[in-house]
């Protein structure tokens, strides 16, 4: 199982309370990264309203209903709310539901007890900052600041509702119907709420939902007819979605998103696996590729930025041991596939900003 997902597929059962106990995370310095020190776990407690007859319910249909791809949104949604003291996501919680809220816990407990190098989350946690981040530089570069964000598989996403940098951004939410009707339920619900997540609003300026599938060859025809405005600045945010496509979907998309280059400003932010990632789960995981930054600029995007978790703009603070995975992997030469300490695979994530626009493409 790729290192970026085994901390999510482990099931558990424990009391409803989620305790706090000691944990082997250095403690961070605000002075040094601005973020609060947490010398310990933080204490979570489940929301009243996951326990909810109503809110079961939905949850029960995605345990039994949904398939690995669609259940991964619900595993996202974990990982952010168990990493709040670094992730600003109310919502994550709610939408994540209780299997994956315990499962993940569980699985920081142990990692705790056992001094582990890495716990469970990071990079879930360094991977959704590194994209709020990135989304908000990009927005900030356009020179007209109205713009268009669209995620791609964007599951339980909910930066519609917790990123301020969207203001003046108009934000489309592509994914499969079912996925799509459940969260507007399950964010109904918190909204309904009375004990609950009484901050609910979108900070976006508008959010339209996009019931369409990326893997079909209609979805752009559909954003299109939904109000997406190719000649509009964008941002396409693909996180935690390519490596589920096969080479020819995900190739397909990528050139989809790198022709608007010659239309508007474009800016593409994505994750992409290394091969070895997707060899360890064949099942699941299809397109990956060793190098992105080359892949890219051969499809029509003008510059790439590419970074692995744990470089100096995708660690937050959260990766201080100079021994862990992260940080063993990114001492190796890209081009080698298994470590050569102990011959295990060199699974990489790599994160990407691609860009192009009108002016850039001019010969």
Known sequence: MPYLL???????????????????????????????????????????????????????????????LQRSACQTAAGRALWKHVVHDPLAD???????????????KKDCVNKAREISGVILAVRTLWFDSKLEAALHSFDNREAQVVLLGAGMDARAYRLSCLKESNVFEVDFPDVLQIKATLLQAAMDSTNDHQYLMMTAKSITRVEADIRSNDWLEKL?????????????????????????????????????????????????????????????????SDWPDHLLPSLGFSHVKLSQIGDPDAHFGLLHDPLNLFNKLRSLPRSVQTHPDDGTPCCRLYLVEASGSPKQNIP
Not at 95 to 106: D, F, I, M, Q, V
């Open 224 to 288: 299109q007819i939904s109000g997406f405005m190719p000649e509009k600045n964008t941002v396409w945010v693909l996180e935690g979605i390519l490596y589920y496509l096969t080479h020819p979907q995900a190739t397909e998309v990528l050139k989809i998103i790198a022709d608007k280059c010659s239309l508007t400003q474009t800016v593409l932010l994505a994750d992409f696996m290394n091969k070895p990632s997707t060899s360890l789960s064949s099942s699941t995981f299809h397109f990956y």
């Open 6 to 68: 085994h901390s999510f597929l482990v099931i558990s059962k424990f009391p409803g309370k989620l305790k706090v106990f000691p944990c082997n995370l250095k403690t961070m310095s605000s002075q040094e990264n601005g973020s609060p020190e947490f010398p310990t776990w933080p204490e979570y407690k489940l929301p009243d309203l996951l326990s909810t007859e109503s809110v079961r319910q939905v949850h029960a249909a995605i345990e039994s209903e949904w398939d690995p």
């Open 94 to 108: 709610i939408l994540a539901g209780e299997t994956y809220l315990k499962s993940l816990h569980e699985k920081i």
